[in-house]
C-alpha cells in the first residue's frame, strides 16, 4: 500500500497562476482533508470531504477550491496564486470523520508563489 | 477562537531522560486528543490519542490527560537522538476537526 500520496512535491508559481494539487489514497478511507502548514503555526484546514460527493470549507478556505473525484481522489485547486499562498500543503485522509480516527498524511507539496 | 497552545521550543534534553511535551486546549467541548511527530522536512505520523482523564502508556511514550485544567501532555521516557522532531498537539472539536498547536521541538543531546 503507498497510503496517502501527493502530486508534485514542489512547485514555483507566478502570481496569478493556477494550479491544481492532486492527492490519492488507497486506504478505502471516506474522509480527506487538505491542510497548510506554515512557519510557526498549527496546521490549518482549508477544505474536507467527509464522504465521497461531498466537501466542506474548513478554517482557511479563501482562494481555494476542492473536488473529490471518488472515494479514492481529492484535488485542491488555486485559480489565481498569490503570495500568501506560500507554504507547504498536506493531504490526509482517515476511515471516518466522526470520532477520533487516526488521520494519516501525504508527504506534502512545497508550494512557492512569486 | 480554539485555540491550542505549545511551547515553540527547542527543548533539548539529554539522552537517556525524560522528554516532558506540554499543551493546553481552550475549547472545554474537546474530548479527543492527539500527539503527533514530524521530523524535519516529513508529514505528522501520529505518535499516541487519548480521550479520558489520567495516563495512557504505549512503550517508552506516556500522554497524560487532565480536562479539569484543560492540560495534555507527552512523557518520552529514555529519550533517544531519533526521538528529535516537532511534536504536534492536536484537540478534536465538536464538529470533530482537529484543532493544531504549532508544535514544539525536542532535541535529544547524544
Known amino acids: 500500500n503507498a497510503g496517502v500520496t501527493q502530486t508534485p512535491k514542489f512547485q514555483v508559481l507566478k502570481t496569478g497562476q493556477s494550479m491544481t494539487l492532486q492527492c490519492a489514497q488507497d486506504m478505502n478511507h471516506n474522509s480527506m482533508y487538505w491542510y497548510r502548514q506554515d512557519p510557526g503555526m498549527g496546521l490549518r484546514l482549508i477544505y474536507y470531504s467527509a464522504s465521497e460527493g461531498t466537501t466542506d470549507k474548513g478554517e482557511v478556505p479563501n482562494g481555494y477550491n476542492v473536488s473529490r473525484l471518488n472515494k479514492r481522489e481529492f484535488s485542491l485547486r488555486l485559480e489565481s496564486a498569490a503570495p500568501s499562498q506560500t507554504s507547504v500543503y498536506f493531504c490526509a485522509s482517515s476511515y471516518t470523520s466522526g470520532g477520533a480516527d487516526t488521520q494519516y498524511f501525504g508527504p506534502g507539496t512545497r508550494l512557492t508563489v512569486l | 477562537q480554539k485555540e491550542v497552545e505549545q511551547n515553540s521550543g527547542p527543548l533539548s534534553v539529554p539522552e537517556g531522560a525524560i522528554a516532558s511535551l506540554n499543551c493546553t486546549y481552550s475549547d472545554r467541548g474537546s474530548q479527543s486528543f492527539f500527539w503527533y511527530r514530524q521530523y524535519s522536512g516529513k508529514s505528522p505520523e501520529l505518535i499516541m490519542s487519548?480521550?479520558s482523564n489520567g495516563d495512557k502508556e504505549d512503550g517508552r511514550f506516556t500522554a497524560q490527560l487532565n480536562k479539569a485544567s484543560q492540560y495534555v501532555s507527552l512523557l518520552i521516557r529514555d529519550s533517544q537522538p531519533s526521538d528529535s522532531a516537532t511534536y504536534l498537539c492536536a484537540s478534536m472539536d465538536s464538529n470533530y476537526q482537529l484543532i493544531w498547536g504549532a508544535g514544539t521541538k525536542l532535541i535529544i543531546k547524544p
Open positions: 487519548i480521550y
